[in-house]
Every structure is written in C-alpha cells, then in structure tokens.
C-alpha cells in the first residue's frame, strides 16, 4: 500500500482503514501506509471522538505509542491548525492535549502538569512520566 517504491507515504496521502482495533491493537510504532481513524477504536473516549471539533473538524488519526501513552492527532502535522490527544492505555480517562497553531506555537499540560509551548518537550514529558 506504500506506493511501489516502498517508500512510506507523507501522512496526508495516507488512506483512512476503518476496520475495527482495540486498544491492545493499536501498533507501538508510527504506520506509514494508512492511518486509523479515532471512530475505528473501539474503546475510543468521547473526548478523542470530539477533539477536532473547535478546528474544523478534521478526520482524527492515529499516531504511535509513547510509553503507555496513545497519540493521536486531529488535522494536518506542520504549522497547522491540530490538536495532538495522548491517551493512556491502561487508563482510557487519562487524557492530556497538545494544541498546534498555524504560526508554529503550541500549548499543552504534560502529565505532571508543567505546561509546554513545544511538541517535543510534551512528548519528552509523556514519555517520562507514563
């Protein structure tokens, strides 16, 4: 599905699968021929489900694991309007946010509360503390 080169494809080329996964399912690393949609988990938080809401609703994708943690993102990936939903897998009520705006800033709590302006700090912060 990766094109004939084998190549992955850039995110936003990659097709939605629909089929149905649950959380033990989702793979650890990142997918690089599709993406799986927020609605195709089955154990999916109404929160995850509604967080693109206030951007225009865009299709929420699955990203990775980081630690025990589930990324997923709501719109495109560089200097955009998205928002990035970590979920943790052994507690679907724990969830931190990650907000990116057109202008290169972004703002989210990491899971000891310390805010952050820069998705890599969130991301370190979740990793360290899953």
Do not use: C
């Amino acid at each position: 599905m990766s094109g004939g080169s084998g190549a992955p494809l850039p995110a936003h080329k990659r097709p939605y699968d629909d089929t149905p996964v649950h959380t033990e399912d989702l793979p650890p690393l990142p997918i690089r021929d599709r993406n799986i949609p927020a609605e195709a988990w089955i154990e999916a938080p109404d929160e995850l489900l509604r967080s693109g809401d206030d951007i225009g609703s865009p299709r929420i994708a699955y990203k990775r694991r980081i630690g025990s943690w589930l990324l997923w993102r709501a719109g495109p990936a560089r200097k955009a309007n998205a928002r990035y939903v970590a979920i943790h897998s052994e507690d679907l009520h724990r969830i931190l946010t990650f907000r990116l705006f057109e202008d290169g800033a972004g703002a989210g709590d990491g899971p000891t509360g310390t805010p952050h302006e820069r998705f890599r700090a969130w991301k370190h912060d979740l990793l360290q503390n899953d």
